[in-house]
């Protein structure tokens, strides 16, 4: 029996009372659990109610926070690119050096075993699954590389935000994904001298 100080019903979706109040501690929570099953798992075989069990919630508290099962597939990655953070740095030193410190990001992004994984899994689904393509599309290009392109004042922003994600993208696949030697065994640093060149060459000349 409840009265008017005990726990209020809740509605398909909605989460307990004491749930809500962890807010962002119980978002971050389901996200690490996100990227840790996707990443093991492939997009496929992988359920809200697997993140769920995994992050210790309810699988209506996951869609509560974040919709659908693409949804979460999205804050998942974003977990490892962090494009919010990642595109102040890259231009805030203006357009000298763009194409290196954009090279050395990414390659840092993929040579971290922790954020490589996940990185890896949209790779291999994207191939397969319009779900993931759409989510490597909305980071790498429109979250990331567009911005950072928009941000330079360059003409033809998009074209050239798809040129250097086709680079970027292109050397993903063959060192991680198909281990492509020489390549997969290159020094990250000789990857980021040859590259640097082309990506600011894309971004910033006229």
Request: avoid cysteine; charged fraction near 25%; proline fraction near 7%.
């Amino acid at each position: 029996m409840t009265g008017e100080s005990g726990p209020r019903r809740r509605g398909p979706g909605r989460p307990r009372q004491d749930e809500a109040e962890e807010g962002p501690g119980t978002q971050e929570r389901i996200r690490l659990a996100a990227r840790e099953v996707f990443a093991e798992r492939g997009y496929d075989k992988t359920s809200v109610r697997g993140i769920a069990k995994v992050a210790g919630v309810d699988p209506a508290l996951v869609h509560h926070y974040f919709g659908s099962k693409d949804d979460l597939f999205a804050a998942a990655i974003e977990i490892s690119m962090e494009p919010a953070m990642v595109v102040p740095a890259l231009i805030g030193e203006g357009p000298e050096g763009i194409g290196e410190r954009l090279a050395r990001y990414f390659l840092g992004v993929w040579e971290n075993p922790v954020t490589r994984a996940p990185l890896l899994a949209v790779i291999r689904s994207a191939l397969t699954h319009e779900a993931a393509a759409k989510v490597l599309r909305g980071l790498v290009l429109r979250r990331l590389l567009e911005r950072v392109a928009a941000d330079l004042d360059v003409p033809d922003p998009t074209f050239r935000a798809e040129l250097a994600a086709s680079h970027m993208v292109g050397i993903a696949i063959l060192r991680y994904v198909l281990q492509v030697e020489p390549l997969a065994s290159a020094d990250p640093e000789d990857i980021v001298a040859l590259v640097a060149p082309t990506l600011q060459r894309y971004l910033t000349e006229d």
